[in-house]
Nanobody, 124 residues
Framework: QVQLVESGGGLVQAGGSLRLSCAAS????????MGWFRQAPGKEREFVAA???????NYADSVKGRFTISRDNAKNTMYLQMNSLKPEDTAVYYC??????????????????WGQGIQATVSS
């Protein structure tokens, strides 16, 4: 059974940093893309960042220059370093993985596995 488990969320002041982790189990995703999405209250889930197996990355315009996605294939884990956080970054953050796809896709339907989500709150 494949599981993705997020950790590292919490409450931080504007301008601060958080590092999210996504640990995968049940299979490896070495060759497959993984990504981060987020959902704020009353809004649709939106793309944040994605990374392919060969480390090509893709970012939403709203987080470029502030967030960095990375992965450690030996640990089957993906990370999202979030710096210069803003109140509008407040959301539940979800990690996702593609079963077969390798490109760092930006739409939710391209991803087959999802974590349960973790809250990140940025106070002003």
């Amino acid at each position: 059974q494949v599981q993705l488990v997020e950790s590292g969320g919490g409450l931080v002041q504007a301008g601060g940093s958080l590092r999210l982790s996504c640990a995968a189990s049940g299979r490896t995703f070495t060759r497959n893309a993984m990504g981060w999405f987020r959902q704020a209250p009353g809004k649709e889930r939106e793309f944040v960042a994605a990374i392919s197996g060969d480390l090509n990355t893709n970012y939403a315009d709203s987080v470029k220059g502030r967030f960095t996605i990375s992965r450690d294939n030996a640990k089957n884990t993906m990370y999202l370093q979030m710096n210069s956080l803003k109140p509008e970054d407040t959301a539940v953050y979800y990690c996702a993985a593609r079963a077969l796809g390798v490109g760092p896709a930006t739409i939710t339907s391209r991803y087959d596995y999802w974590g349960q989500g973790i809250q990140a709150t940025v106070s002003s």
